[in-house]
Structures are given as structure tokens and as C-alpha cells.
């Protein structure tokens, strides 16, 4: 018997818990948040309806849209062990679509969870942006955990969720005044 085993699927538990946590706030009303499938054609299946072939149709977009509060949001999860979040576990793809819907008006970020501390960080596009920006120019290929905004940490609290509402309030609160914090960085979104 072959197994497969796959490079991808690294954040499926940040998923799981993101997933609870977006049914919670869906409980109580404060969001509308779906996790975003991707597209699979299938080919063969078994006697028992289970797909034993198949391909993906092509790129997703990232792992979750929705709406808070009237605004849009569109995000995805990532994992790392390492003291950084290598800019190559954030496809083009990724970045084209965070960059059109921050383009509509909405708020794109990642949540990423660094292992190494067991600490989850709501990180804006803005910020990744420039990183992938300044990633051309020959700089750093990675997010520095030690540059990222402490006011965008998100607090697991006691009853399973990863509460990060207070991280995106943080968030939509210094794009209102034009700025995002990138550790002692000012970026500007009229530059």
C-alpha cells in the first residue's frame, strides 16, 4: 500500500480552532465568516461515494472571507516553528487576492501562529505587502517574529477560541488613521 503524504495542510489546526471560533461569533451574531474550499474535480469514486481520484481545479484564494460588522475580511492561516513566517508559504495568488480585496475597501491579513512560543499574531496585508515588496529588492524572504506589532497579538482566552476581533479592531483602527505599525516602522497607505 502506497501513502501519500502531504507538504500542505500544516495549519489544520489553527484551522480547526479559527473554525470554532468563527462559529461562535456567528453564534452570538458578530460575524459571518466561511472557510473557503478549494476546488477539486473529481474523477473516480468509489462504491461508498468516497473520491479515490481527483485533481485541483486550480489555485484557491485563502482559507477564509467574510463579513464583520459591514466590512469585508479575507485571510488565511499559517503555521511555523521558526522565529519568522517565510514569505514563500504566501503564494502570489494569496497576495494578488488579499490585494484586491484590501483594494474594495475590506481588511486582508494572516493569522499566524509561531510555535516556537505558542503565540498566535493577526498580521495586516499591509505589512506583508511591503515585506514581499522589499523581498524583490533582495532584502529579507521572511517576517521577523521580533518585528512583529505587539498590538496585534491575539490572546487565546479560556474557552477554546482564538478571540481575534480585538486584533482586527487594532487593525481597522490604524487604518482609519492611515498607518500600520510595523514594529518602530511607520508604513503609510497614501505612500
Given amino acids: ?72 475580511i479575507a485571510f488565511d492561516v499559517k503555521e511555523t516553528t521558526l522565529k519568522s513566517l517565510p514569505l514563500q508559504n504566501i503564494h502570489e495568488h494569496q497576495i494578488e487576492y488579499m490585494r484586491d480585496i484590501t483594494n474594495q475597501g475590506g481588511l486582508s491579513f494572516i493569522i499566524v501562529h509561531f510555535k516556537f512560543c505558542d503565540e498566535y499574531y493577526l498580521i495586516p496585508f499591509e505589512v506583508i505587502d511591503q515585506y514581499v515588496k522589499n523581498s524583490k529588492e533582495n532584502k529579507r524572504k521572511s517576517i521577523p517574529y521580533k518585528e512583529i506589532n505587539q498590538d496585534f497579538r491575539i490572546q487565546r482566552p479560556s474557552n477554546g477560541i482564538l478571540n481575534y476581533l480585538p486584533a482586527l479592531n487594532t487593525y481597522l483602527d490604524y487604518k482609519e488613521r492611515d498607518v500600520i505599525w510595523a514594529n518602530t516602522h511607520i508604513i503609510s497607505y497614501l505612500s
Fill in 1 to 72: 500500500m502506497t501513502t501519500w503524504r502531504s507538504t500542505g495542510h500544516k495549519g489544520d489546526v489553527l484551522e480547526e480552532l479559527i473554525l470554532v471560533t468563527n462559529d461562535y461569533y456567528k453564534q452570538i451574531n458578530l460575524a459571518r465568516i466561511d472557510k473557503i474550499p478549494t476546488p477539486v474535480k473529481v474523477i473516480n469514486i468509489d462504491d461508498k461515494g468516497m473520491i479515490i481520484k481527483g485533481f485541483f481545479e486550480k489555485k484557491s484564494t485563502v482559507d477564509f472571507t467574510g463579513i464583520i460588522q459591514g466590512t469585508g
